[in-house]
């Protein structure tokens, strides 16, 4: 069983991740520190240095890498569906499941973590409020391609609903 969770930044992919392998007993990769030890740096060091288009470049490369593993779950960049035809992609090659978060709750958890995403690095509070409503409704028919949906404003509950979804 490959599971993809996608979602918006912050919205909890590599925390309910963690707790959704270790659940299962199987693999956890987070694609973005893949990318890392494939490229040899950081994500921040990868768009400061040679774009972003280098960067999504390297993230297709990476889900074609780790397509052929058959037990992980694998948590996304939050813009990894969105590029390219990663969202078809990943319908095919797994179990897509989306992490959805309101803006406000989004703001909450990203606030003092912007130093650590190159896109919101430079944002000021009320320019990052606004960054995230306006990418979020971007995204979300997107995010909405997801085989599932669950509420993520809860680690432990997302984890929850997850595992009730597979028994199905």
């Given at each position: 069983m490959k599971i993809f969770l996608i979602g918006f930044m912050g919205s909890g992919k590599t925390?309910?991740?963690?707790?959704?392998?270790?659940?299962?007993?199987i693999e956890f990769v987070d694609l973005d520190h893949f990318i890392e030890a494939q490229a040899g740096m950081s994500i921040n060091a990868i768009f400061?240095?040679?774009?972003e288009q280098t960067f999504r470049n390297l993230e297709k490369d990476a889900l074609k890498k780790l397509s052929g593993k058959e037990n992980a779950v694998i948590a996304t960049g939050g813009?990894?569906?969105?590029?390219?035809?990663?969202m078809n992609f990943l319908n095919e090659h797994g179990l897509t499941i989306y992490l959805k978060l309101e803006p406000g709750a989004l703001f909450e958890r990203l606030v003092n973590a912007k130093t650590d995403r190159p896109l919101l690095k430079n944002l000021n509070d009320q320019e990052l409020k606004d960054y995230l409503e306006k990418k979020l409704a971007e995204r979300s028919r997107i995010y909405d391609l997801a085989q599932?949906?669950?509420?993520?404003?809860h680690i432990t509950n997302a984890v929850k609903s997850i595992h009730r979804l597979l028994k199905r």
């Open positions: 925390s309910v991740g963690k707790k959704l392998a270790k659940y299962l007993d400061d240095g040679q774009g813009g990894t569906p969105c590029f390219e035809d990663n599932h949906t669950v509420e993520a404003a």
